[in-house]
C-alpha cells in the first residue's frame, strides 16, 4: 500500500515564476492538507481540501491556490514567486472523520532563485 | 495566537542515555497534541497522540506527557540510539479547529 507521494523531489524557480506541486494521498484518504515549512522551522499550514473544495486555509495570500481532482490527488499552485517561497512543502492525508492520524508524504524542495 | 516552543533548538548526548524533549503552548485550550519525528527526505512520521483528557502516552522507549494547565509537554525517550537521531516536533490543535500549529523542532543528535 503506497503511502502518500509528492512530486517533484526538488524544484528551482525564478522569481516571478509560477510553480504547481502535486500530491497524491495515501489509498482511501479523501482529504489533503499542505504545509510550508521554512528551513530551521516548524511546517505552517496552507490549506485543506476534501470533496475538490477548500475546506480550511491558514494565513497565506491568494497567490497560493490548489485543487483536488475526483481521485482526492491534490495540487498546490504558487504564483508570482518570491524569493521567500522557498521551503520544503509537505502534503498530509487523512481521512475527514479521522483528522488528527494524518499521514505525510517526504515533501517537495523549492528554491527561488 | 496559540505559540508552540520547543528547547533546547539542539541537543547531542552519548548512546544509551535517557533524555527529555521539552515543547511548550501558550493557549491550554487544545483538543490534542503530537509528537512527531522528522528524518530528511522522509517527511513527517507521527509518534505519539495524546488527546486533552489524557495525561500520557507511551509507545515502545518513548513516553509523551501532558499538563494543559501548565501549558507543557515533554517526550521522554529511554536508552537512546543512534537511530533516534532525527529532528522532533511537537504541534497542538485547538478545539473546533483542523491545522496543526507546529514548534520549531529539536534537532537531536545521538552519537555512537
Known amino acids: ?113 | 495566537k496559540q505559540e508552540v516552543t520547543q528547547i533546547p533548538a539542539a541537543l547531542s548526548v552519548p548512546e544509551g542515555e535517557n533524555l527529555v524533549l521539552n515543547c511548550s503552548f501558550t493557549d491550554s485550550a487544545i483538543y490534542n497534541l503530537q509528537w512527531f519525528r522528522q528524518d530528511p527526505g522522509k517527511g513527517l512520521t507521527s509518534l505519539l497522540l495524546i488527546q486533552s483528557s489524557q495525561r500520557e502516552q507511551t509507545s515502545g522507549r518513548l513516553n509523551a506527557s501532558l499538563d494543559k494547565s501548565s501549558g507543557r509537554s515533554t517526550l521522554y525517550i529511554a536508552a537512546s540510539q543512534p537511530g533516534d537521531s532525527a529532528t522532533y516536533l511537537c504541534a497542538v490543535r485547538m478545539d473546533s479547529n483542523y491545522q496543526l500549529i507546529w514548534g520549531a523542532g529539536t534537532k537531536l543528535i545521538i552519537k555512537p
Open chain 1, 1 to 113: 500500500d503506497a503511502g502518500v507521494t509528492q512530486s517533484p523531489t526538488h524544484l528551482i524557480k525564478t522569481r516571478g515564476q509560477q510553480v504547481t506541486l502535486r500530491c497524491s494521498p495515501k489509498s482511501g484518504h479523501d482529504t489533503v492538507s499542505w504545509y510550508q515549512q521554512a528551513l530551521g522551522q516548524g511546517p505552517q499550514f496552507i490549506f485543506q481540501y476534501y470533496e475538490e473544495e477548500e475546506r480550511q486555509r491558514g494565513n497565506f495570500p491568494d497567490r497560493f491556490s490548489g485543487h483536488q481532482f475526483p481521485n482526492y490527488s491534490s495540487e498546490l499552485n504558487v504564483n508570482a514567486l518570491l524569493l521567500g517561497d522557498s521551503a520544503l512543502y509537505l502534503c498530509a492525508s487523512s481521512l475527514v472523520s479521522v483528522q488528527y492520524e494524518q499521514y505525510f508524504g517526504p515533501g517537495t524542495r523549492l528554491t527561488v532563485t
